[in-house]
């Protein structure tokens, strides 16, 4: 990550290789970090049984004992992660290279990359104004291919009902886990805390990734500027200059309810600005997993 800008990622061939440059870039950022030593690292042994892989085994104490046993790591956990994408037309905003959605995009590709390395298991969700996509989690690499390549395929839809994807998803998803939601949150407040809360009562852990584009908490425009409403395709113009400042303060408001009350109700939340390195939603989240363990 500290060779490769968010807009060179952007630009790489594939969510294949951008995944692989920007998790295999922040590992190696982690040598000299508090999180050094938090990826997979080598515990003991175990005996050899159906369904291990086979480059698990270890030969050299094959050649002393004449048994088959795996290398047993530290972070076989089992943990089921389900990703919920927003896909909604508010996500296709940019002030610069790279929009809301290709950054959710590239992160998403992250976390699987990164869990199914950690023998994890990944399902995904892609929504709008409900669930257009359910991917059941697994742990395999042919798995990641699936993924990913859904992923690839994700182009920004119509209007937002966040809430009411939330509750979709919890209701599918039974199996105890980590959620991780990647949204811009541009919705009822009260309504997508309510959503959320329901990962809560099935016993889920809950980390929310609010993904903002920096003009969007900024609002640093210096001209007369035609606003657009990219799903009820409505516009205004004004002079920006004139209501920065109660913009600002309304802006704040919204990113200050989500951060307090999921801080109220234990669930991990995240700003996040597209401008940001994408490790910094990496680091978050190993400190997510790291309470987990």
């Known amino acids: 990550m500290k060779y490769l800008s968010n807009e060179a990622i952007s630009k790489l061939e594939n969510l294949q290789i951008k995944a692989k440059k920007v998790v295999e870039g922040f590992i190696v950022g982690l040598h000299k970090s508090p999180y050094h030593g938090f990826s997979v690292e080598f515990s003991d042994h175990r005996a050899y049984g159906p369904g291990d892989e086979i480059r698990h085994i270890d030969w050299k104490l094959w050649a002393k004992t004449n048994r088959f046993f795996v290398k047993r790591y530290e972070e076989e956990t089992n943990l089921k992660a389900h990703l919920i994408i927003d896909q909604s037309n508010s996500m296709a905003y940019s002030s610069h290279s790279i929009n809301k959605l290709e950054y959710s995009k590239i992160l998403a590709a992250s976390f699987s990359y990164m869990l199914i390395k950690n023998q994890d298991a990944v399902g995904m969700y892609l929504f709008d104004s409900k669930v257009k996509k359910s991917i059941l989690p697994r742990s395999t690499r042919s798995h990641l291919s699936v993924l990913l390549s859904e992923m690839e395929k994700i182009i920004p839809q119509k209007d937002t009902n966040i809430a009411r994807a939330l509750h979709e998803c919890a209701d599918k998803t039974n199996k105890k886990g980590l959620v991780i939601l990647i949204s811009d949150l541009m919705d009822e407040q009260e309504d997508v805390l309510t959503g959320l809360k329901h990962f809560l009562y099935k016993g889920?852990?809950?980390?929310?990734?609010?993904?903002?584009?920096?003009?969007?908490?900024?609002?640093?425009?210096?001209?007369?500027?035609?606003?657009?409403?990219?799903?009820?395709?409505?516009?205004?113009?004004?002079?920006?200059?004139?209501?920065?400042?109660?913009?600002?303060?309304?802006?704040?408001?919204?990113?200050?309810?989500?951060?307090?009350?999921?801080?109220?109700?234990?669930?991990?939340?995240?700003?996040?600005?597209?401008?940001?390195?994408?490790?910094?939603?990496?680091?978050?989240?190993?400190?997510?997993?790291?309470?987990?363990?």
Not at 238 to 256: C, G
Not at 270 to 276: D, G, L
């Open 204 to 293: 889920h852990e809950v980390i929310v990734f609010h993904i903002l584009d920096p003009q969007e908490i900024n609002f640093d425009f210096d001209e007369r500027v035609r606003f657009k409403d990219l799903e009820l395709g409505t516009d205004i113009i004004t002079d920006p200059r004139q209501i920065k400042q109660t913009y600002q303060k309304n802006m704040n408001k919204f990113i200050d309810f989500y951060r307090q009350n999921c801080g109220k109700n234990r669930i991990d939340y995240i700003q996040i600005s597209t401008n940001q390195p994408l490790d910094t939603a990496l680091t978050e989240y190993l400190a997510k997993r790291k309470k987990l363990n």
